[in-house]
Nanobody, 120 residues
Framework: QVQLVESGGGLVQAGGSLRLSCAAS????????MGWYRQAPGKQRELVAS???????NYADSVKGRFTISRVYVKNTVYLQMNGLKPEDTANYYC??????????????WGQGTQVTVSS
C-alpha cells in the first residue's frame, strides 16, 4: 500500500503565498513523475505543474512565473510553492504520483486534496 499525505492549503489574500507538500510512504521502490492538479467548483481537474524523475518541470500557462514545483527524492515528497496568488487560483489541489512498487509495476496515486482559497 502507498499513502499520500498533503498539507499546506489555506486561506490567503491575493498576492500572498502558500506552499503545498505531498509526502508518500509505504511500499515504494521509486517515484517517476510527480505533479499537482487542481479542481475548482464546476470545472474539470487541470494540471498545474509536474516534475519528472530527472527533474524536468512543466507548468500550466496560467501559473508560469508564479508557481514552482520541486521534489526531495529521499523523502518521496513533492512541493508546490505558490507566489502571487490570484482569486482564480482558488481550488482544491491534488498531488499525483507515479509510483514504482518493489515487486514491479507502476501505479498512479492521488492525494486527498487540500483547499486553497484566495480572497480579493
Amino acid at each position: 500500500q502507498v499513502q499520500l499525505v498533503e498539507s499546506g492549503g489555506g486561506l490567503v489574500q491575493a498576492g500572498g503565498s502558500l506552499r503545498l507538500s505531498c509526502a508518500a510512504s509505504g511500499s515504494i521502490f521509486s517515484i517517476n513523475d510527480m505533479g499537482w492538479y487542481r479542481q475548482a467548483p464546476g470545472k474539470q481537474r487541470e494540471l498545474v505543474a509536474s516534475i519528472s524523475n530527472s527533474g524536468s518541470t512543466n507548468y500550466a500557462d496560467s501559473v508560469k512565473g508564479r508557481f514552482t514545483i520541486s521534489r526531495v527524492y529521499v523523502k518521496n515528497t513533492v512541493y508546490l510553492q505558490m507566489n502571487g496568488l490570484k482569486p482564480e487560483d482558488t481550488a482544491n489541489y491534488y498531488c499525483n504520483l507515479e509510483v514504482v512498487r518493489p515487486l514491479g509495476g507502476s501505479y498512479t496515486y492521488w492525494g486527498q486534496g487540500t483547499q486553497v482559497t484566495v480572497s480579493s
